[in-house]
């Protein structure tokens, strides 16, 4: 979904930039396996089209991998090798890391010519302040009070007009960005999350536990994720508001986290898209789950709990999941 997009942007970056000597990229949010390779090969592979294709000399470039510090960035640089085997030329690439949060400054003045951040920017910088701690839900439902949506909105627009804020200092003049984050399509009704929300299924899988004794309740009541799934509209706001950047693109596309809109009612089928889409969200939550419960939690039963959860919910064959792709230029 996303790489017309990305391809489309880095052609005209280092067009508009007249195909300078050095070009330098970052990918943030890069975690620790070979996806930010993809992304990056991507990139390198469209400039080294590009500059055969105007009959220029390829310019040095400059990978650069952020995440937070804890992130396991071994195992990511022993994805090198398929880096480079990816690559369409021997066009010089330099691969680094850069451990550090993205709602901070990373790289020095106007160094950056190309942004690239994948499923990174939904995550908040901390789990809003003022949330009701006696509930059982992770995260907003349509029985939440309004002011928990204005409480998780409110402090979205402070990280990520941050981050706009951090990304203008570090990037030149007419630089592009392509961020894909989670979102929704709802415009108005803000509380809406359907029954197969993935944060909605950890919230009745942790339930289950409680039901069964296996975790305490106050335990699951004072756990919030510190996330939040924008429409276009608020993003638009903020972005117009912060001011450094003008919107090059936006969409909005609907996927299916699970595959689960492949199986035809088959009950063998719906499981496997069930433990299918419960991989999914243990990759992507049991750091912040172990972070909070410790021991206290038995991961592989609660993501079993979750892949039941799927199978047996007939609406969660449907297409739920909604990603926001936005590209940038720095004014």
């Keep these: 979904m996303t790489k017309p997009i990305l391809v489309k942007n880095t052609k005209e970056m280092i067009t508009y930039l007249d195909f300078p ?5 970052a990918d ?30 390829p310019p040095e470039i400059d990978c650069c991998l952020n995440d937070l510090p804890g992130n396991d960035f071994n195992t990511t640089f022993k994805f090198i090798t398929f880096f480079k085997d990816m690559l369409t030329s021997k066009i010089p690439c330099f691969v680094s ?5 993205f709602y901070t400054r990373l790289f020095p003045r ?40 204005k409480t998780y909105l409110n402090q979205f627009q402070k990280d990520f007009t941050t981050f706009l804020r951090m990304r203008s200092e570090e990037m030149v003049s007419s630089g592009r960005m392509v961020l894909t984050l989670i979102g929704r399509k709802t415009l108005d009704d803000p509380l809406y999350r359907d029954c197969c929300h993935f944060w909605t299924l950890l919230s009745q899988s942790l339930s289950d536990l409680v039901f069964e004794g296996l975790v305490s309740a106050s335990k699951v009541n004072s756990f919030n994720v510190p996330f939040y799934d924008p429409n276009e509209e608020e993003m638009r706001e903020i972005i117009r508001n912060e001011g450094s950047f003008m919107i090059n693109d936006l969409e909005t596309h609907v996927f299916d986290l699970g ?11 719906r499981g496997k898209a069930g433990e299918k889409e419960a991989k ?9 789950l172990i972070a909070h419960f410790g021991d ?12 039941n959860h799927v199978s047996q919910h ?18």
């Design 296 to 307: 206290s939690i038995n991961m592989d039963t609660l993501f079993e709990k979750y892949a």
């Design 21 to 25: 000597e050095c070009i330098k990229l």
């Design 314 to 331: 007939a609406n969660c064959r449907n297409k739920t999941s909604v990603s926001l792709v936005v590209s940038l230029i720095r004014k």
């Design 280 to 288: 999914c969200i243990r990759a992507v939550t049991e750091t912040m």
């Design 110 to 149: 106007k160094s950056l010519h190309f942004i690239h951040s994948n499923y990174s920017l939904h995550y908040l910088s901390k789990v809003p302040d003022g949330l009701d701690k006696n509930k059982t839900s992770v995260y907003i439902t349509g029985s939440s009070p309004i002011i928990e949506h």
């Design 97 to 101: 890391g850069v451990p550090g949060s």
């Design 259 to 269: 595959d689960s809109n492949e199986d035809h009612g088959v009950q063998s089928d």
């Design 28 to 57: 943030l949010g890069c975690s620790s396996g070979q996806n930010t390779f993809m992304v990056m090969s991507d990139i390198v592979n469209t400039i080294n089209a590009l500059c055969e294709e105007r009959n220029k000399n």
